[in-house]
């Protein structure tokens, strides 16, 4: 969110390397940099292909490392995901002597 606040000011501070020719093309960096987000949080990962070019070559740094093109960011990226939510699930051990705890969270199998 912080990039979008900042492609106006960008754009006056670099007006040769940020010139938009219109809004739209504004508009299309706008949806491109949050469909990222999106794609992520819907675990919609083939929907990654309309943020990247098939070509990409993306550093995510350790464990990760480069990636190149969105297939294999797609998978990988689909994989850390799957480990994560395997990882963050609650396990919850009753006392004895208490109440159980209730969790609403079902981790996905």
Known sequence: MRLLNLLPRLTL???NALAFD?????NAIRNTLATYPLA??????GF??????????ANYSEPLNVLT???QVETVLQQVYDLLALLSSPTVV???YRRPAL??????V
């Open 13 to 15: 501070l670099l007006p």
């Open 48 to 57: 990654l292909s309309k943020v990247f070019t098939k070509d990409i070559v």
């Open 69 to 71: 093109g969105v297939q």
């Open 94 to 96: 009753p006392h004895p």
């Open 103 to 108: 969790t609403y969270h079902q981790p996905e």
């Open 22 to 26: 219109s809004a739209a093309d504004y």
């Open 40 to 45: 992520i949080d819907s675990k919609d990962f």
